[in-house]
């Protein structure tokens, strides 16, 4: 089964800029979904973005299109640069793939999880 680790999370100021990583090993597909999730205190786990080889990028929530950008690296590398950030973007954000084909904004559908990632803005 798959293992995902997800770095980059930091402490940044209202405006600034973070880029996460995400790296996926173990398995031998070539193509699958790789996604972009983050849960803040009391709050449900949120969709971000996903991408696959057929599908793109997906984008979840238009502020978010605006601000973030999901992309692929060398081999099963993802980013999600992450600008102009907010004091509403603090949470911990995950990295998650899924054994289906398709990109998902649920939670429920993707098997394997990293262990998250904080990302804290404040002044």
């Known amino acids: 089964q798959p293992q995902v680790v997800e770095s980059g999370g930091g402490l940044v100021q209202p405006g600034g800029s973070l880029r996460l990583s995400c790296v996926v090993s173990g398995w031998e597909r070539e193509y699958f979904p790789m996604a972009w999730f983050r849960q803040a205190p009391g709050k449900e786990r949120e969709g971000i973005a996903c991408i696959t080889g057929s599908e793109g990028s997906i984008y979840y929530e238009v502020d978010v299109r605006e601000r973030f950008t999901i992309s692929k690296g060398n081999g099963t590398t993802v980013y999600l640069q992450m600008d102009s950030l907010r004091p509403e973007d603090t949470a911990l954000y995950y990295c998650?793939?899924?054994?289906?084909?398709?990109?998902?904004?649920?939670?429920?559908?993707?098997?394997?999880w990293g262990q998250g990632t904080q990302v804290t803005v404040s002044s």
């Open positions: 998650a793939t899924t054994e289906r084909w398709t990109c998902s904004r649920s939670a429920m559908v993707f098997n394997y």
